[in-house]
């Protein structure tokens, strides 16, 4: 579970992954920049963003991230970084339990927060969407097909992958997740962002743990785009019911 390695891996595994990370987000954006345009000459609106606009970019964004971790395993010639297989009944049973597990995590943790009297942010597309909840229908697939296979490969993937061969299965699963939750701290808006740090981290400690134990990348890219995707379905009923956010 932990691992022995020289300082000098150390350093170029932890350079390795910051590198992964910030390629991600700018290959992302870099090609959400032309899609963007193209979609502003077709004649849809910027400001504020169409439905149309902020979906094209969400996919090109998250098409970055896929395309980043293909280019890393190709050209480093690390193919097997990425464990992979057909899943089987036991994994669909973790994807289950993995599942519940989040729910109840963030379920748990809202508990501890509310009675902190903590403030938590809130994602950027959450609050566009409450006020086009048409956009919360829009991102479900977007989730599934595209958000989900794009973070799980980038830091379950290829994040932890480098820090388990450099420090084993624990320490990898908690830095990953660490980078992870750091990682959304851009797309947050309000007061409360550290809060929504910490859940986030908690969330990608449950996916590092199915990822490790399963020895499947689709077990977590699974997990985490069904889980976003009953999040958003949740909050365009809230939306178009008029329905409060709970506290």
């Given amino acids: 579970m932990f691992n022995r390695v020289s300082v000098e891996k150390q350093a170029r595994v932890l350079a390795h992954a910051v590198f992964i990370i910030v390629a991600a987000f700018v290959v992302g954006i870099g090609l959400g920049i032309p899609v963007t345009l193209g979609m502003v000459l077709l004649g849809y609106t910027l400001t504020p963003p169409s439905i149309e606009v902020l979906a094209a970019t969400s996919i090109a964004q998250y098409v970055g991230f896929i395309a980043v971790v293909g280019a890393y395993l190709r050209v480093t010639d690390v193919g097997d970084l990425v464990r992979v297989r057909m899943p089987t009944l036991r994994d669909v049973a973790l994807m289950v339990a993995g599942l519940v597990g989040l ?83 851009a797309a947050l808006a309000g007061s409360g962002k550290l809060t929504y740090i910490v859940v986030t981290i908690l969330l990608g400690l449950i996916l590092g743990g199915l990822y490790e134990r399963t020895n499947n990348i689709l077990v977590p890219i699974v997990v985490h785009g069904i889980y976003n995707a009953i999040l958003f379905a949740g909050q365009w009923v809230l939306a178009v019911n008029d329905i409060p956010m709970p506290s």
């Fill in 103 to 185: 729910f109840v995590a963030v379920y748990l943790l809202g508990i501890v927060i509310t009675a902190l009297g903590a403030d938590q942010a809130q994602n950027t597309v959450v609050t566009m969407g409450q006020q086009n909840p048409e956009l919360f229908l829009v991102m479900i697939p977007i989730t599934v097909l595209f958000v989900g296979p794009g973070e799980e490969l980038v830091f379950r993937g290829v994040v932890q992958g480098l820090f388990y061969r450099a420090y084993g299965a624990v320490p990898a699963i908690v830095i990953a997740s660490g980078l992870f939750g750091i990682a959304h701290y």
